[in-house]
């Protein structure tokens, strides 16, 4: 992503946080995997949405007029020992030069520096309760600075949480993030086609889920959006399964809930379809209510539209269709009421897809189900999942989950479906495999 771009989103924020007010956001920390060794670094979204800056052991200060410059940025300095044993690091030189800081600091000067900078200001965003210890500092330097009211130096009276601004901002999409969503979602879309042509009975799900990461990184994604769901049989009926341990049998289902990250934003895709390349008659009864739900939520995805519009759609498809296979009895309304359905569907129809899979932004504003917006992106993802220790229903319908989603952008007359290229209907699902 160019500079250009987190620069622009900085001066967005700095015009809603307003002159005379000040707003403070750390990095995330490195976390320690084992021993010595540490989990593979992924800076925090928020972060890196406003600076595009990567490394650990940072924070970066927002001040609206400040005459020195208005974004300031605390980080490591170089150090040519460290970057001999770990890589290059941009160092204070970095973070003014390519990083476009107006200011940079050691982060080690931080007690020093940070507290003059809170001076004089009315308020400071701050998400406060996401880093503890920086909390209890912070809390002492506004201490600390009340203390010197006699010598006229004012402390901020006002600490304010910075995401209610910020993942306002991140919930609506520029043309540079929705370019890297695409990409995520073609490159996703090819590895789902991937493990559609190479499934068999006999490979274990770890395999498949192998191949949907050997795509993603031969494609120079070297990330996951999130831990990938590959789920044979009746491990599709647990939500999120992640042990993708067990081996793949002829007449089940496959469920792979899998998608990449492109420069730090997610693709999140599911499809289900049967090991052996042929649904049986009670996957593809089961299976096509589903796809039917899908596309009732999809067809809710427009400029104007509530939010839970999409998700009461395919209640009311699902549950028609629970009752006609004779899973659910009773009047489709007040089972609805009565939620009945949950037994069988107990998510959300999706949720928001930005730089964190399960996204910022407020689903409700002012206790109103908000309405949909071009720029936002969302996934549409029904599902039905029957337990093997189902006894209400007949036994052929038990051990099978469901699950269809699709990354949705919403545009000005409607939508683009990001994730179109993989197969979905009965037909071509089984053309595919079949031809493979």
Same mark, same amino acid.
């Given at each position: 992503?160019k500079?250009?771009e987190?620069?622009?989103r900085?001066?967005?924020l700095?015009?809603?946080?307003?002159?005379?007010?000040?707003?403070?956001?750390?990095?995330?920390?490195?976390?320690?995997?084992?021993?010595?060794?540490?989990?593979?670094?992924?800076?925090?979204?928020?972060f890196y949405?406003l600076?595009?800056?990567?490394?650990?052991?940072a924070?970066?200060?927002?001040?609206?007029?400040?005459?020195?410059?208005?974004?300031?940025?605390?980080?490591?300095?170089?150090?040519?020992?460290?970057?001999?044993?770990?890589?290059?690091?941009?160092?204070?030189?970095?973070?003014?030069?390519?990083?476009?800081?107006?200011?940079?600091?050691?982060?080690?000067?931080?007690?020093?520096?940070?507290?003059?900078?809170?001076?004089?200001?009315?308020k400071? $965003?701050?998400?406060? @309760? #996401?880093?503890? /210890?920086?909390?209890?500092r !912070?809390?002492?330097?506004?201490t600390?600075?009340?203390?010197?009211?006699?010598?006229?130096?004012?402390?901020?009276?006002?600490?304010?949480a910075?995401?209610h601004?910020?993942?306002?901002?991140?919930?609506f999409?520029?043309?540079?993030?929705?370019?890297?969503?695409?990409?995520?979602?073609?490159?996703?879309?090819?590895?789902?086609?991937?493990?559609m042509?190479l499934?068999?009975?006999g490979?274990?799900?770890?395999?498949?889920?192998?191949?949907?990461?050997?795509?993603?990184?031969?494609?120079?994604?070297?990330?996951?959006?999130?831990?990938?769901?590959?789920?044979g049989?009746s491990n599709?009926?647990?939500?999120?399964?992640?042990?993708?341990?067990?081996?793949?049998?002829?007449?089940?289902?496959?469920?792979?809930?899998?998608?990449?990250?492109?420069?730090?934003?997610?693709?999140?895709?599911?499809?289900? $379809?049967?090991v052996? @390349? #042929?649904?049986? /008659?009670p996957?593809?009864? !089961?299976?096509?209510?589903?796809?039917?739900?899908?596309?009732?939520?999809?067809?809710?995805?427009?400029?104007g539209?509530?939010?839970?519009n999409?998700?009461?759609?395919?209640?009311?498809?699902?549950?028609k269709?629970?009752?006609?296979?004779?899973l659910l009895?009773?009047?489709?309304?007040?089972?609805?009421?009565?939620?009945?359905?949950?037994?069988?569907?107990?998510?959300?129809i999706?949720?928001?897809?930005?730089?964190?899979?399960?996204?910022?932004?407020?689903y409700?504003?002012?206790?109103?189900?908000?309405?949909?917006?071009?720029?936002?992106?969302?996934?549409?993802?029904p599902?039905l999942?029957?337990?093997?220790?189902?006894?209400?229903?007949?036994?052929?319908?038990?051990?099978?989950?469901?699950?269809?989603?699709?990354?949705?952008?919403?545009?000005?007359?409607?939508h683009?479906?990001?994730?179109?290229?993989?197969p979905?209907?009965?037909?071509?699902?089984?053309?595919?495999?079949?031809?493979?």
């Amino acid at each position: 992503m160019k500079q250009s771009e987190f620069k622009k989103r900085r001066k967005s924020l700095m015009e809603r946080i307003g002159a005379g007010n000040i707003a403070i956001l750390g990095s995330s920390t490195a976390k320690v995997r084992n021993r010595d060794v540490h989990y593979p670094y992924r800076q925090d979204s928020d972060f890196y949405y406003l600076t595009g800056f990567s490394e650990t052991d940072a924070l970066a200060v927002f001040i609206p007029g400040r005459e020195k410059g208005e974004y300031i940025l605390f980080c490591r300095e170089f150090d040519a020992t460290k970057a001999l044993w770990e890589g290059a690091h941009a160092g204070l030189e970095g973070a003014t030069g390519h990083f476009q800081a107006d200011d940079a600091f050691p982060i080690d000067d931080m007690d020093e520096i940070l507290p003059g900078l809170l001076e004089n200001k009315s308020k400071v $965003f701050y998400p406060m @309760g #996401r880093d503890p /210890e920086f909390d209890h500092r !912070l809390l002492d330097w506004i201490t600390h600075i009340r203390s010197q009211s006699r010598s006229g130096v004012m402390a901020p009276g006002e600490l304010v949480a910075l995401e209610h601004i910020l993942h306002e901002m991140r919930l609506f999409k520029s043309k540079e993030e929705i370019k890297l969503m695409r990409l995520a979602a073609e490159v996703s879309a090819q590895a789902h086609v991937k493990a559609m042509q190479l499934c068999k009975a006999g490979l274990y799900e770890y395999q498949i889920e192998a191949e949907l990461v050997h795509h993603f990184m031969q494609q120079g994604l070297r990330n996951v959006a999130y831990p990938s769901i590959v789920a044979g049989g009746s491990n599709a009926c647990v939500l999120h399964y992640t042990q993708n341990s067990d081996k793949l049998k002829n007449g089940d289902l496959l469920l792979i809930d899998a998608g990449a990250e492109c420069d730090h934003y997610a693709a999140d895709i599911t499809r289900t $379809f049967p090991v052996s @390349g #042929r649904f049986t /008659e009670p996957q593809k009864k !089961l299976y096509q209510l589903v796809l039917d739900a899908q596309t009732a939520a999809i067809n809710e995805v427009k400029p104007g539209v509530p939010w839970h519009n999409a998700h009461d759609a395919s209640v009311e498809v699902l549950t028609k269709g629970l009752v006609d296979l004779g899973l659910l009895e009773g009047k489709v309304k007040t089972l609805i009421k009565k939620e009945k359905f949950k037994q069988f569907y107990m998510h959300r129809i999706g949720h928001w897809l930005g730089m964190d899979v399960h996204d910022v932004g407020d689903y409700k504003v002012d206790q109103k189900w908000r309405l949909l917006e071009p720029g936002m992106v969302l996934t549409i993802e029904p599902g039905l999942y029957i337990p093997t220790d189902c006894q209400t229903v007949d036994e052929k319908w038990r051990g099978i989950g469901i699950r269809i989603e699709d990354d949705l952008l919403v545009t000005e007359d409607g939508h683009d479906i990001l994730t179109k290229d993989v197969p979905k209907t009965i037909s071509e699902i089984e053309t595919l495999m079949r031809a493979a």
